[in-house]
């Protein structure tokens, strides 16, 4: 793919990769301020959680990697879970009113891993099985392998920028205020596990049964977050209906 350019007037080579990932954590910052400019009180937690967002991203995906398949090869979903728990214990300890922050963090979340995703593309790592379709990508093609496979990094690229941008809509419109992550959970937990069918090295299953384990964390999340919708959204009705 593209593992690395040069500075223009430098000829220092930089790693693509890592670029994308430093791009990547200042376009959370950067999104999440301008959706909370005229909160200051919120303006300033958005720093601390893209400190905290290149943290996850260093160690999150080989930490659960480890954890769950020993101690080499390439990490899996490790990085958006850890993150997503580091900011759910920051608002609670930091005491930040969930509401725009967590909405707009769904946002911010989403943009940001556009870059994240692009990172995986340049670096021509997380690609999917073998296919002969029209959406193959011949990865290793410069090496003399005409294998195709599935882009996987441009698929999750593209569908994190369609979430982004639904999102983006709702947070506009002033639709679902306060659900926004809920529905980041939805959507994210629902085309990530369809990922996985493509993906290749279906073997890191849950206890041996037909699921992998991140489908099983992305099943977790469609499960709380659409208990979590549907008991808001019943509660509100009670709470609207005469007594």
Known sequence: ???????????????TYHFLHVVAWFAFYFAGTALTRSRADLRRHWIWLAVGLAFCDTVGARLAFGFVRGWHGDGFFGGPLLFALLTAAYVVSRRVHAYPFLDTWAVAFSVSHVFEKGACLAMGCCFGRPTSSILGVALHAAHGDPTRSHPLPLYEASLHLLTAGFLGLLYARGWLKGRLVIILGLTYGGWRSAMELARSGLDSTFLGGPLTITQVACLMAIVFSATYLLSGSAGARRAGSPT
């Open 1 to 15: 793919m593209w593992p690395s350019f040069t500075l223009p007037g430098l000829g220092v080579p930089v790693s």
